[in-house]
């Protein structure tokens, strides 16, 4: 069974850093893509980074770029978004997200962490 | 840039009742489209990928038409955990690109 769960969310400062997790288990972690997808309170879902199943190939949506960066640890099986210079309108809810190759949809999430960039 | 847009932003239906969604891009994405569920407090689950093709474990009632701009959602006949809101993506042009949903709601 597929499984993915975040962590290392929470509340932070305005110009602050967090980094996000996300452990998986249930599928070879080393053979997919995995992607971040966020949602703002009360608002819809949108895409923020992609990264290959090899981590050579990492893509930013552009609110991000610059700020954000996605890495992964094949051997820990493990998903990571380094998040700095957070701003308000970085709030929101985010998921790790399985694809089958990249660019793909999703067929697999986790259940979320919320991040708050609050003063 | 492609603009993805679903409609209605609300739709009211009774139990039993049939509920056709609508997801337009503005730009042909071939039938390179999902569809995802969503509860409130839960992550989005995959309904329908390649615009028609169900996930494993995804109830007959729910079906998946449509190609190039103009994509459908029909729950055929709505149970009480249909109730949802439900958003189209894309994946045929890059970066992934969702619509703004879809909610389902009880009338």
């Known amino acids: 069974e597929v499984q993915l769960v975040e962590s290392g969310g929470g509340l932070v400062q305005p110009g602050g850093s967090l980094r996000l997790s996300c452990a998986a288990s249930g599928f070879t972690f080393s053979t997919y893509a995995m992607t971040w997808v966020r949602q703002a309170p009360g608002k819809g879902l949108e895409w923020v980074s992609t990264i290959s199943g090899n981590g050579g190939a990492t893509y930013h949506a552009d609110s991000v770029k610059g700020r954000f960066s996605i890495s992964r640890d094949n051997p820990r099986n493990t998903l990571y978004l380094q998040m700095n210079s957070l701003g308000a309108e970085d709030t929101a809810v985010y998921y790790c997200?399985?694809?089958?190759?990249?660019?793909?949809?999703?067929?697999?999430w986790g259940q979320g962490i919320l991040v708050t960039v609050s003063s | 840039e492609i603009v993805m847009t679903q409609s209605p932003a609300t739709l009211s239906v009774s139990p039993g009742e049939r509920a056709t969604l609508s997801c337009r891009a503005s730009q042909s994405v071939s039938s390179n489209l999902a569809w995802y569920q969503q509860k409130p407090g839960q992550a989005p689950r995959l309904l329908i990928s390649?615009?028609?093709t169900r996930a494993t474990g995804i109830p007959a009632r729910f079906s998946g038409s449509g190609s190039g701009t103009e994509f459908t959602l029909t729950i055929s006949s709505l149970q009480s955990e249909d109730f949802a809101v439900y958003y189209c993506q894309q994946y045929n042009i890059w970066p992934p690109l969702f619509g703004g949903g879809s909610k389902v709601e009880i009338k």
């Open positions: 390649g615009a028609s």
């Open positions: 997200a399985h694809n089958l190759v990249t660019g793909d949809f999703f067929d697999y």
